[in-house]
Nanobody, 118 residues
Framework: QVQLVESGGGLVQPGGSQRLSCAAS????????MGWYRQAPGKQRELVAR??????DYADSVKGRFTITRGNAENTVYLQMTSLKPEDEAVYFC?????????????WGQGTQVTVSS
């Protein structure tokens, strides 16, 4: 069974940095893309960043501040967040499109809270 497990959330001061990690486990044939979404209270879940092969896409609100990378172990993805703002506070979810024994499906992690506060 494919699972995504995130880590790295927590409290950070405005202007600070934080790195989120996500690892996919299970019998995986192919990871088509991996990315990060976030959801703040009372708001819809929104795409933060995605990496597909060698191509990366970012929400306008995080361009120049956040960087998404795939790990050397191809089943991992990281989100390096810098110059964090209070409006970045949200639950961050790892997202991946994975082909496994179950076919091609979209998977979500359980979410990790990022709190930006002094």
């Amino acid at each position: 069974q494919v699972q995504l497990v995130e880590s790295g959330g927590g409290l950070v001061q405005p202007g600070g940095s934080q790195r989120l990690s996500c690892a996919a486990s299970g019998v995986i044939f192919r990871i088509n893309f991996m990315g990060w979404y976030r959801q703040a209270p009372g708001k819809q879940r929104e795409l933060v960043a995605r990496v597909t092969g060698g191509t990366t896409d970012y929400a306008d609100s995080v361009k120049g501040r956040f960087t998404i990378t795939r790990g050397n172990a191809e089943n991992t993805v990281y989100l390096q967040m810098t110059s964090l703002k209070p409006e970045d506070e949200a639950v961050y979810f790892c997202n991946a499109d994975i082909t496994s024994w179950s076919g091609r499906k979209e998977y979500w992690g359980q979410g990790t809270q990022v709190t930006v506060s002094s």
